[in-house]
């Protein structure tokens, strides 16, 4: 097995199958004989110390091992992606859209009715200040943004977001000038960024390790869903040619009140944790807590640790991470606030034709996620699927920059490279998800993902500023820039198989040396708030 990746529920059952798995049902009076830890177990590493637990999460843990068969586990995951999943897959959708509609309006009259045109009718460098202003909030609060998330009840911190950003993306209709609409995209930036790092707690909280990396790319790929649904409903939108307002505003105010919507129905809808879900019975409970125990990351401690944090400072892999999410979003953002426009303007294509072209992209984004999914279920391998997605990120810039760009099948060749630009999501994706099951420890996992988001807002922020308008519209100092992340990601990468690698080898040495802490198969220190560098038993 790679020491990035464990097995996945489809190819291994996820815990030990009990003897009567066919059959087997649980009462409350058994998970409570489980939680009574067996008194004549005095191997040290075997017993857990309740006074590191959290109190709310020691009411559903057990001192002995449950085990749940495949079955059993299979009904609770459905349970939980009915609750969870389904809302973190609409939520992150319905950011994606409302990010894609800058986008989308730049070549619907937003930068002509706000004055964002230069004298010779081109958009002006001040339009991309309206996706870096959003990145520099991010900058600014993401710290303490994590630090709420770990101390309030997540949902609804999540849902009151999600009214807040949608009420700010409706009021973008009645901007008239390009102060109006740094103002709100600030404000847009300010309320969505808890939406990210709320996912990552999440998908820790509820799901096993071996099922996050396919639930983090299922929210993640609604970045490829928008351009499809989002080139298609601005199709529609672009067909409105009179009326009190103009297209792109029917298109803000539309988008931002079906957001609202949605975030009422959050509150009522999602459960904050585990242990608060009123929606499930108190066995079904007992055993969510449990399923996640080989995780071994902790699952809720609002117990601040100074320690950790020096323990996440110190950690190689919180800054690997960063490095991650700043070498995808650089290119990530600016390719994306600035698409429609290199399809329309450097690659020829009408108003028309590019928003259709958008939704050909979106297919290829989540054909890419999905692809690298299945190719880490196969051969349990992260770090080099995700270096074999930075491949064809190389090759398509290069064309991009070297292609003449003059007749139609030219047109179609430049179309094509930019498409295939795009498969370094696939690192993007894939790091977020190593990110949320490889860090242990509340308040380690609040640093580490709070750094994690920094650096993913401040290539964001940058992304679009080496999009310069002398450079258009073929922008040849944006895509060097990118040529750059991509070969500092590839470094990165490197390190990051070599370094993890490293510990888990050291961890096994201890292992076979007969220190119990480091093959305790009861996992009894699982909730106990360790961090992964604490708990030799963890395995990268």
Same mark, same amino acid.
């Given at each position: 097995?790679?020491?990035?990746?464990?097995?996945?529920?489809?190819?291994?059952?996820?815990?030990?199958? %009990?003897?009567?798995?066919?059959?087997?049902?649980? *009462?409350?009076?058994?998970?409570?004989?489980?939680?009574?830890?067996?008194?004549?177990?005095?191997?040290?590493?075997?017993?857990?110390?309740?006074?590191?637990?959290?109190?709310?999460?020691?009411?559903?843990?057990?001192?002995?091992?449950?085990?749940?068969?495949?079955?059993?586990?299979?009904?609770?995951?459905?349970?939980?992606?009915?609750?969870?999943?389904?809302?973190?897959?609409?939520?992150?959708?319905?950011?994606?859209?409302?990010?894609?509609?800058?986008?989308?309006?730049?070549?619907?009259?937003?930068?002509?009715?706000?004055?964002?045109?230069?004298?010779?009718? *081109?958009? *002006?460098?001040?339009?991309s200040w309206l996706t870096t202003?959003?990145?520099?909030?991010?900058?600014?609060?993401?710290?303490?943004?994590?630090?709420?998330?770990?101390?309030?009840?997540?949902?609804?911190?999540?849902?009151?977001?999600?009214?807040?950003?949608?009420?700010?993306?409706?009021?973008?209709?009645?901007?008239?000038?390009?102060?109006?609409?740094?103002?709100?995209?600030?404000?847009?930036?300010?309320?969505?960024?808890?939406?990210?790092?709320?996912?990552?707690?999440?998908?820790?909280?509820?799901?096993?390790?071996?099922?996050?990396?396919?639930?983090?790319?299922?929210?993640?790929?609604?970045?490829?869903?928008q351009q499809i649904v989002g080139?298609?409903?601005?199709y529609c939108f672009t067909l409105?040619?009179?009326?009190?307002?103009?297209?792109?505003?029917?298109?803000?105010?539309?988008?931002?009140?079906?957001?609202?919507?949605?975030?009422?129905?959050?509150?009522?809808?999602?459960?904050?944790?585990?242990?608060?879900?009123?929606?499930?019975?108190?066995?079904?409970?007992?055993?969510?807590?449990?399923?996640?125990?080989?995780?071994?990351?902790?699952?809720?401690?609002?117990?601040?640790?100074?320690?950790?944090?020096?323990?996440?400072?110190?950690?190689?892999?919180?800054?690997?991470?960063?490095?991650?999410?700043?070498?995808?979003?650089?290119?990530?953002?600016?390719?994306?606030?600035?698409?429609?426009?290199?399809?329309?303007?450097?690659?020829?294509?009408?108003?028309?034709?590019?928003?259709?072209?958008?939704?050909?992209?979106?297919?290829?984004?989540?054909?890419?996620?999905?692809?690298?999914?299945?190719?880490?279920?196969?051969?349990?391998?992260?770090?080099?699927?995700?270096?074999?997605?930075?491949?064809?990120?190389?090759?398509?810039?290069?064309?991009?920059?070297?292609?003449?760009?003059?007749?139609?099948?030219?047109?179609?060749?430049?179309?094509?490279?930019?498409?295939?630009?795009?498969?370094?999501?696939?690192?993007?994706?894939?790091?977020?998800?190593?990110?949320?099951?490889?860090?242990?420890?509340?308040?380690?996992?609040?640093?580490?993902?709070?750094?994690?988001?920094?650096?993913?807002?401040?290539?964001?922020?940058?992304?679009?500023?080496?999009?310069?308008?002398?450079?258009?519209?073929?922008?040849?100092?944006?895509?060097?820039?990118?040529?750059?992340?991509?070969?500092?990601?590839?470094?990165?990468?490197?390190?990051?198989?070599?370094?993890?690698?490293?510990?888990?080898?050291?961890?096994?040495?201890?292992?076979?040396?007969?220190?119990?802490?480091?093959?305790?198969?009861?996992?009894? %220190?699982?909730?106990?708030?360790?961090?992964?560098?604490?708990?030799?038993?963890?395995?990268?």
């Amino acid at each position: 097995m790679s020491s990035t990746e464990v097995p996945d529920p489809d190819i291994l059952p996820s815990m030990r199958p %009990h003897q009567d798995d066919a059959t087997k049902t649980y *009462s409350m009076a058994e998970v409570e004989r489980a939680r009574s830890a067996p008194e004549d177990v005095e191997l040290k590493g075997e017993r857990a110390n309740y006074d590191k637990v959290d109190s709310e999460v020691a009411k559903y843990t057990s001192a002995a091992r449950i085990d749940i068969s495949p079955e059993e586990n299979t009904r609770l995951r459905k349970l939980i992606d009915k609750r969870v999943l389904v809302v973190m897959i609409t939520t992150y959708f319905l950011q994606a859209i409302d990010k894609g509609t800058l986008s989308f309006s730049s070549i619907m009259g937003l930068p002509k009715d706000t004055g964002l045109l230069t004298p010779t009718g *081109s958009v *002006s460098q001040d339009f991309s200040w309206l996706t870096t202003c959003i990145y520099i909030t991010i900058l600014v609060v993401e710290y303490p943004q994590n630090y709420i998330i770990a101390r309030v009840p997540v949902a609804k911190y999540l849902s009151f977001s999600i009214i807040a950003w949608g009420a700010v993306l409706a009021s973008h209709a009645a901007c008239k000038n390009f102060t109006g609409l740094v103002i709100v995209r600030t404000m847009l930036g300010l309320f969505e960024s808890a939406c990210p790092p709320a996912f990552v707690i999440l998908s820790a909280m509820w799901y096993k390790r071996e099922e996050q990396a396919s639930r983090v790319t299922y929210w993640y790929m609604m970045n490829g869903a928008q351009q499809i649904v989002g080139g298609l409903l601005a199709y529609c939108f672009t067909l409105i040619t009179d009326g009190p307002l103009k297209s792109w505003q029917w298109l803000f105010m539309a988008y931002g009140i079906i957001s609202v919507v949605f975030g009422v129905f959050v509150w009522f809808w999602m459960p904050d944790s585990p242990m608060r879900a009123k929606c499930f019975s108190e066995e079904d409970k007992h055993l969510m807590v449990e399923r996640v125990r080989d995780n071994q990351t902790g699952l809720q401690n609002r117990v601040f640790k100074k320690e950790q944090v020096w323990d996440a400072l110190t950690d190689p892999q919180t800054w690997c991470y960063a490095g991650i999410q700043f070498t995808t979003t650089l290119p990530t953002s600016g390719l994306g606030a600035f698409a429609n426009l290199i399809i329309s303007s450097s690659l020829g294509f009408t108003n028309l034709q590019t928003q259709l072209l958008a939704m050909v992209l979106g297919f290829y984004i989540i054909i890419v996620l999905l692809s690298s999914v299945w190719l880490v279920k196969k051969w349990n391998q992260n770090i080099l699927t995700m270096l074999g997605f930075v491949i064809p990120s190389f090759v398509g810039t290069i064309l991009l920059m070297t292609i003449p760009n003059q007749t139609f099948s030219q047109h179609v060749g430049l179309l094509i490279s930019y498409y295939i630009t795009l498969s370094f999501w696939a690192a993007q994706t894939l790091g977020l998800s190593m990110m949320s099951r490889n860090v242990g420890g509340q308040t380690k996992k609040t640093v580490v993902v709070a750094t994690n988001f920094i650096f993913w807002a401040a290539g964001n922020a940058i992304g679009p500023q080496v999009f310069l308008s002398r450079d258009a519209p073929r922008y040849y100092t944006a895509f060097a820039t990118h040529l750059g992340c991509y070969s500092l990601l590839v470094l990165i990468l490197l390190y990051f198989r070599w370094h993890l690698t490293r510990q888990n080898k050291k961890r096994d040495q201890l292992a076979a040396a007969g220190v119990s802490e480091a093959r305790d198969e009861r996992l009894a %220190h699982a909730f106990e708030d360790l961090t992964d560098r604490e708990n030799p038993n963890f395995r990268y």
